[in-house]
Antibody
Framework: EVQLQQSGPEVGRPGSSVKISCKAS????????MNWVKQSPGQGLEWIGW????????DYAEKFKKKATLTADTSSNTAYIQLSSLTSEDTATYFC???????????WGQGVMVTVSS | DIQMTQSPASLSASPEEIVTITCQAS??????LAWYQQKPGKSPQLLIY???SLADGIPSRFSGSRSGTQYSLKISRLQVEDTGIYYC?????????FGSGTKLEIK
């Protein structure tokens, strides 16, 4: 069974960084890219970017290029997103979701709530 | 960036009715279009991929279609459990972009 298990809720102070994980199981981690999606409270979905775990290659939406850093550890089948220089605008739920070939975000993590507060 | 204009923003319908949600792409995206349902506090769930293909485990009441750059999600024989917010997503080119969402309420 494919599962994407994300880490727990985070609280970060303005100006700090947080790192969220997404542990994949039930499939070959390097066969799919991992996407990250942001959902601000009461809002819609925004694509942040993706990482290809096999090669470590990444692509980001322009607005997240200085905000998010995507990495992956193939030894633990885990993808990460680090969010830096936190502001109140970063308060949101962050999802990981796999895609690849004909697969279109077919499995999602449960989401991680990040709250930026002093 | 490709814009996905989704309509309507909200919709209310009765059980057993048929509803249609549309997404208009700002340029050609081929069949690189998927539909998702999101329930409160949950992750989105894939319904339709490649514009018209039904995802595994999704009831056949859900169907997708394409006419040029307009994409539609039709839900037949509405059930109470179909309540939620529906999003389209284009995967044709980066940045990937979602529609703004359609909130579906079952009366």
């Amino acid at each position: 069974e494919v599962q994407l298990q994300q880490s727990g809720p985070e609280v970060g102070r303005p100006g700090s960084s947080v790192k969220i994980s997404c542990k994949a199981s039930g499939y070959t981690f390097t066969d799919y890219v991992m996407n990250w999606v942001k959902q601000s409270p009461g809002q819609g979905l925004e694509w942040i970017g993706w990482i290809d775990p096999e090669y470590g290659s990444t692509d980001y939406a322009e607005k997240f290029k200085k905000k998010a850093t995507l990495t992956a550890d193939t030894s633990s089948n885990t993808a990460y997103i680090q969010l830096s220089s936190l502001t109140s605008e970063d308060t949101a739920t962050y999802f990981c979701a796999r895609s690849g070939g004909g697969s279109s975000f077919d499995y999602w993590g449960q989401g991680v709530m990040v709250t930026v507060s002093s | 960036d490709i814009q996905m204009t989704q309509s309507p923003a909200s919709l209310s319908a009765s059980p057993e009715e048929i509803v249609t949600i549309t997404c208009q792409a700002s340029q050609d995206i081929g069949n690189w279009l998927a539909w998702y349902q999101q329930k409160p506090g949950k992750s989105p769930q894939l319904l339709i991929y490649s514009a018209t293909s039904l995802a595994d485990g999704i009831p056949s009441r859900f169907s997708g279609s394409r006419s040029g750059t307009q994409y539609s999600l039709k839900i037949s024989r509405l059930q109470v459990e179909d309540t939620g917010i529906y999003y389209c997503l284009q995967r044709y080119s980066n940045p990937l972009t979602f529609g703004s969402g359609t909130k579906l309420e079952i009366k």
